[in-house]
């Protein structure tokens, strides 16, 4: 979904002269996000569920219920990724860098759709916080897009280390046997690293330390209650 030059992109996206326009353009695609019916442009890498002998069945209930928080934690992080990164494009004038967060937004809606798949698998729920997690992260977005292009893609490329960092560690703590879990994580997480890569190719400044240190406080306060809520 990226936004281009012209006045339609190739996914859909067009470029609001009108700044209501675009607000409303925004809010629709948040409610997408949150009600569950934003789709997944590429397959989901568990593959279909299995018709029988499923991965629900080889879990004991702590397992499945530890497996069904971790997820959810993930499904969090792309609702916060996919407002963030449209957060920073809304007011990004340059349409190149636009685009590389368009990119990136749209593989995170992929993200979230396979978290939801796998969360329905587990016989669990998102967080019922999303639209808060959803509408912070789109602030903070915007705030990051009028900091100038260097450190707006100094924050994402800071944004998907950490968010490596937190998926290396979901694949430490899954059950070695959830191996559906598994590989949307693994998925999730090489898309990441190209994120990053893909930002700092593109210029990004480094964040200040303190900087840093707020983001990951922040996200140890969102995954903590999305383990639960």
């Known amino acids: 979904m990226v936004e281009q030059s012209s006045n339609v992109g190739h996914s859909g996206f067009v470029r609001r002269s009108n700044p209501l326009e675009g607000l409303l353009t925004e809010v629709g695609r948040a409610l997408q996000v949150l009600d569950g019916s934003a789709q997944a442009s590429r397959p989901n890498p568990a593959g279909p569920m299995p018709l029988n002998a499923t991965e629900q069945e080889t879990l004991s209930q702590a397992e499945r219920q530890h497996a069904a928080g971790l997820m959810r934690v993930n499904h969090v992080g792309e609702i916060c990724a996919q407002a963030l990164y449209r957060g920073q494009a809304m007011f990004c004038r340059d349409a190149s860098i636009r685009d590389v967060l368009y990119q990136a937004a749209t593989e ?15 016989n669990s729920r998102p967080s019922v916080l999303n639209p808060l997690w959803y509408l912070g992260a789109f602030s903070l977005g915007v705030v990051a897009s009028r900091a ?8 994402m490329a800071e944004t998907e280390r950490q968010v490596e960092q937190h998926l290396d560690s979901h694949l430490e703590q899954l059950p070695p046997q959830d191996v ?16 990053r890569t893909t930002a700092e190719n593109h210029g990004a400044a480094a964040l200040p330390g303190p900087v840093k240190l707020a983001m990951r406080f922040m996200s140890k306060v969102m995954t903590t209650t999305a383990y639960r809520i």
């Not at 995170?108 to 587990?122: A, F, M």
């Not at 100038?148 to 924050?155: K, R, S, Y």
């Not at 559906?180 to 994120?195: A, F, G, N, W």
Request: aromatic share 6%; with cysteine.
């Open 180 to 195: 559906r879990s598994r590989r949307i994580v693994e998925q999730m997480r090489d898309d990441e690293i190209q994120h």
């Open 108 to 122: 995170e809606v992929d993200h979230l759709v396979w978290c939801n798949e796998r969360l329905s698998e587990l």
């Open 148 to 155: 100038g292009i260097p450190h707006n893609l100094g924050f």
